[in-house]
Nanobody
Framework: QVQLVESGGGLVQTGGSLRLSCAAS????????MGWYRQTPGMQREMVAY???????NLADSVKGRFTISRDGAKNTVYLEMMSLQREDTAVYYC?????????WGQGTQVTVSS
């Protein structure tokens, strides 16, 4: 099993920045990649950013140039650096990890961008 704990969400004004962290514990050697998803009420959860075990990254078009995903392998932690936040970025952000045919999710952290 893998446990994921997110932190770093909160309230920020338009144009501001936030950094989300996701710390993985448990059977972390099984993890092939980690990512961030977000969800707003009534909408499907969407992929925001992904980083593979070997460091390859993928970002949703809506966040390219504003968000950066990175990881600290020694700490089993993935970060999502979010800049130039817009109201449309308001959502619950979930950390995701996958490996060995399984998926794991964190509990989610709220990000609210106000004008």
């Amino acid at each position: 099993q893998v446990q994921l704990v997110e932190s770093g969400g909160g309230l920020v004004q338009t144009g501001g920045s936030l950094r989300l962290s996701c710390a993985a514990s448990g059977s972390t050697a099984r993890i092939n990649g980690m990512g961030w998803y977000r969800q707003t009420p009534g909408m499907q959860r969407e992929m925001v950013a992904y980083i593979s075990r070997n460091g390859e990254t993928n970002l949703a078009d809506s966040v390219k140039g504003r968000f950066t995903i990175s990881r600290d392998g020694a700490k089993n932690t993935v970060y999502l650096e979010m800049m130039s936040l817009q109201r449309e970025d308001t959502a619950v952000y979930y950390c995701n990890a996958h490996g060995w045919g399984l998926e794991y999710w964190g509990q989610g952290t709220q990000v609210t961008v106000s004008s």
